[in-house]
């Protein structure tokens, strides 16, 4: 069992080298429980890092641990207790949603009956209650990753690795795949690590982000850190046409950074005390303030300032 804040996953100096490629080089890394982003374009490494994660491919150098297990000697007992959801389906299209996943529950080494129930839960949890029983050849590309998903935790997994999860979905199945992926990590209290060549759609849905370059690690820290505020706040108020303006002119004249930005004022918080002076300036000229709201850096600014990967 591992200690209570223990990584999930842990890797030192881990390097996998194909015959011509170097797919990990010298990567250290600790995932935290929660939901972990590992981000890379393609080719990163991705894909190599869950084989060594999963014990299915042994490292040329360094070590892996998932859940205090090395995945060298505990390959087995790692896989009976974390999920997978490979990038790339080979779902049988004759067999229904509920006969697969219930298959993969058994597999796993649940009892008939238990499996059964799991599997029920689990595809009423991924939203595919009612096309359950419909063979799975006729699903969209959506229904078919949320299959992937619901087979990957049917065994109530601690922790849960989805390759690319997102990959081939239109921008609505995407954000309900996030979101299905938020509430298996928050709500489910399953560990998720989740790949993806985009760093902009993890940044709602993972409490850390790792990042890797060539194999390498880029960046791993909390979300939250990355895009921490931008010391800029856009500033909303209410009153006749032309307020913001004027409440723009009244700030640069205390000697404010303000510049207008739609309707709204963009105004630079240097000092907390600029906030006071903003709410001054809206009373003062009688208007009403409707909000003021903090910017935050994306993802993708952060990566960019920094010359990392997208
Ligand atoms: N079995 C293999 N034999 C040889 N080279 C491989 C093998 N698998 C992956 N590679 C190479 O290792 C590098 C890392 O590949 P990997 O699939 O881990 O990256 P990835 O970040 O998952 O990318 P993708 O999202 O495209 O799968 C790539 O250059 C890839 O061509």
Avoid: C, W
């Avoid at 390097?15 to 995932?31: E, F, H, I, K, N």
């Avoid at 869950?50 to 505990?74: W, Y």
């Avoid at 997994?157 to 199945?173: Q, Y």
């Avoid at 709410?279 to 709201?293: A, K, N, P």
Wanted: proline share 5%; no cysteine; glycine share 10%.
């Amino acid at each position: 069992m591992p200690r209570v804040g223990a990584p999930v996953v842990q890797t030192r100096d881990l390097t996998v080298q194909y015959p011509r490629v170097r797919a990990l080089d010298a990567l250290s890394v600790g995932v935290p429980a929660g939901v972990t982003g590992i981000v890379g374009v393609n080719g990163a490494g991705k894909s190599t890092l869950i084989k060594v994660l999963l014990g299915l491919l042994a490292p040329t150098a360094g070590e892996a641990r998932v859940l205090d297990m090395d995945t060298r000697t505990h390959g087995a007992a790692i896989r009976a207790v974390v999920g997978y959801m490979p990038e790339h389906d080979a779902l049988p299209p004759d067999v229904s949603a509920a006969e697969f996943v219930l298959h993969m529950a058994q597999v796993s080494g649940l009892p008939r009956t238990d499996a059964r129930e799991r599997t029920a839960d689990v595809l009423r949890h991924v939203g595919l209650a009612e096309e359950r029983h419909r063979p799975i050849g006729g699903y969209s590309t959506g229904m078919r990753q949320r299959v992937k998903l619901a087979q990957a935790i049917v065994h109530d997994p601690r922790l849960v690795l989805l390759d690319e999860p997102t990959n081939g979905l239109d921008p609505r199945s995407r954000d309900d795949m996030l979101d299905l992926i938020s509430r298996i990590g928050h709500d489910f209290g399953i560990s998720v690590i989740v790949t993806s060549h985009l760093l902009g759609e993890l940044e709602r849905t993972a409490d850390h982000v790792v990042v890797i370059d060539s194999g390498r690690l880029l960046r791993a820290s909390a979300t939250t850190d990355l895009t921490q505020t931008t010391g800029t706040v856009l500033v909303e108020v209410l009153g006749p046409s032309g307020s913001d303006r004027r409440v723009g002119q009244a700030l640069l004249d205390r000697g404010i950074q303000a510049a207008p930005d739609g309707d709204r004022i963009r105004v630079r918080i240097d000092d907390p005390r600029a906030l006071d002076v903003v709410r001054d300036v809206v009373t003062d000229l009688g208007l009403g303030l409707v909000r003021v709201q903090e910017i935050h850096h994306t993802l993708e600014e952060v990566f960019e300032a920094t010359g990392g990967a997208r």
